[in-house]
């Protein structure tokens, strides 16, 4: 099965920042990376898929890349409404991996 | 709309067993990959098990065996039938249904607690 690793486990930064959350998987999903956001409260919501195309309705700051392994999500000037828990998952075959361990991002 | 509803969930004691359901409307559950996840109080969302619209079904490590999951397309509803459950499988399950292109839809999540 894919594992999924998460850096850093938390982060704090101020408005405005550019922001950037990677993920490594266990073992090569060529595109197929999810990224998601999880508000306290709420139900978790996908950002982004096939690791740079951005879900219907989510703002242009959001933007993914990456390949293989190796795969990061970048805030490009964080918001207040940004802070959450953002999880990255592979699921480039059956069964889909594993969600990374959660990054959690404050404001300073 | 598409709406996930579930329900089924509650608390439980340690041993027992639960069947949570997720009942699916302008969605086809049969059509479409469907999956359980779930949240532990304070920890991070966990992958539990998927069913595809093939009928394959997988489970994750840690409830494998215990839980099965499946669908039935009469009444468009996805059940996870949990057994033997233990304190640790406490948590908020979610359904997750996705469609092309792709779609994602979640349900608000059913709370399961086990405890004696």
């Known amino acids: 099965d894919i594992q999924m690793t998460q850096s850093p486990s938390s982060l704090s930064a101020s408005v405005g920042d550019r922001v950037t959350i990677t993920c490594r998987a266990s073992?090569?999903?060529?595109?197929?990376l999810a990224w998601y956001q999880k508000k306290p409260g709420k139900v978790p919501k996908v950002l982004i898929y096939a690791t740079s195309t951005l879900q219907s309705g989510v703002p242009s700051r959001f933007s993914g890349s990456g390949s293989g392994t190796d795969f990061t999500l970048t805030i490009s000037g964080l918001q207040p409404e940004d802070v959450g828990t953002y999880y990255c998952?592979?699921?480039?075959?059956?069964?889909?991996?594993?969600f990374g361990q959660g990054t959690k991002v404050d404001i300073k | 709309e598409v709406q996930l509803v579930e329900s089924g969930g509650g608390l439980i004691q340690p041993g027992g067993s639960l069947r949570l359901s997720c009942a699916a409307s302008d969605f086809t559950v049969s059509g479409n990959y469907m999956s359980w996840v779930r949240q532990a109080p304070g920890k991070g969302l966990e992958w539990v098990s998927a069913i595809y619209r093939e009928g394959w079904t997988y489970y994750a490590d840690s409830v494998k065996g215990r839980f099965t999951i499946s669908r039935e397309s009469s009444n468009n509803t996805l059940y996870l039938q949990m057994n033997s459950l233990r304190a640790e499988d406490t948590a908020l399950y979610y359904c997750?249904?996705?469609?092309?292109?792709?779609?994602?839809?979640w349900g608000q999540g059913t709370l399961v607690t086990v405890s004696s």
């Open positions: 073992q090569a999903i060529s595109n197929y």
């Open positions: 997750r249904g996705v469609a092309a292109p792709p779609v994602d839809y």
């Open positions: 998952q592979g699921y480039n075959r059956a069964p889909p991996g594993t």
